[in-house]
């Protein structure tokens, strides 16, 4: 009996100390310096965030150091509410998956500045999808919204700050920012090749919530795209955004 009075209390006790733990997280996802709320992920609790550096993870399915680490990253929306720590630290944040409708913000916890990161958006009126996807680029919002996001984030790379990209599962919004920009990296290079594009596509496997039926989807996304264009032209030509800038982009991530 007096071990189970014992385990019960330092059962109740963990119990308190979860739940204080919780209501600290909710309190800092109260609205601060953003008119809407921020979104605490409770996920993140016990899930993996599905986090990784895009050059790290692409320099090991290449082979070889072919994109800097350190400036891309990519996650799942579930490190939402918890410590940027578990995102890699980015100096900022895009929020692929933000929904017009439910208005909700994703951030990390910037424990330096004893304050939330909070994610960009760049489409206040269409929620993203299926932008791996040509035909979807010939929906003028879809492909505004999705420019709009390139252009702030080429804007970013340039300026070498650590930026994290995600959407809900971190897997095909996600994936798609990360193959075209991967992509223009290897192409100013010259190395846009068969490997390259395995590469590409080892990075977008590597989401553990990826289906066999979606296999592939990265490596046709490039691959249709260069039918008629560079990757780098392509960008360019949909979101009226100047080569220079897409040089620079590339070689801030090239090595």
């Known amino acids: 009996m007096k071990f189970i009075r014992k385990f019960l209390?330092?059962?109740l006790f963990l119990i308190v100390i979860l739940l204080l733990a919780l209501s600290w997280i909710k309190i800092r996802s109260l609205p601060f310096e953003s008119e809407k709320p921020l979104k605490v992920k409770w996920e993140g609790l016990f899930k993996d965030t599905n986090y990784r550096d895009v050059g790290q993870s692409i320099n090991q399915c290449f082979g070889e150091k072919i994109i800097k680490p350190g400036l891309l990253l990519r996650s799942n929306g579930w490190f939402s509410g918890w410590s940027?720590?578990?995102v890699g630290n980015p100096d900022v944040i895009f929020s692929l998956n933000y929904s017009p409708e439910k208005s909700e913000n994703y951030f990390c916890w910037d424990s330096d500045r004893n304050k939330p990161m909070v994610g960009v958006f760049a489409n206040p009126e269409i929620q993203l999808h299926d932008i791996e996807f040509l035909k979807t680029w010939q929906n003028e919002k879809m492909r505004q919204a999705s420019c709009r996001f390139f252009s702030q984030i080429l804007e970013e790379l340039i300026d070498h700050q650590k930026t994290l990209i995600h959407c809900n599962a971190g897997r095909d919004r996600t994936g798609a920012y990360s193959a075209i920009l991967a992509a223009i990296s290897a192409e100013q290079n010259g190395r846009l090749d068969k490997k390259m594009l395995e590469a590409i596509e080892c990075d977008y496997r590597k989401t553990r919530s990826l289906v066999p039926?979606?296999?592939?989807?990265m490596?046709?996304?490039?691959e249709g795209i260069r039918e008629t264009s560079t990757v780098a032209g392509f960008i360019s030509q949909q979101c009226?955004?100047?080569?220079?800038?897409?040089q620079k982009a590339a070689a801030s991530l090239s090595y």
């Not at 039926?213 to 989807?217: E, P, T």
């Not at 490596?219 to 490039?222: A, E, K, M, P, V």
């Open 9 to 11: 209390k330092i059962f």
């Open 84 to 86: 940027c720590d578990q």
């Open 213 to 217: 039926d979606k296999f592939g989807r």
């Open 219 to 222: 490596q046709s996304f490039i």
């Open 240 to 246: 009226q955004i100047s080569p220079i800038i897409i």
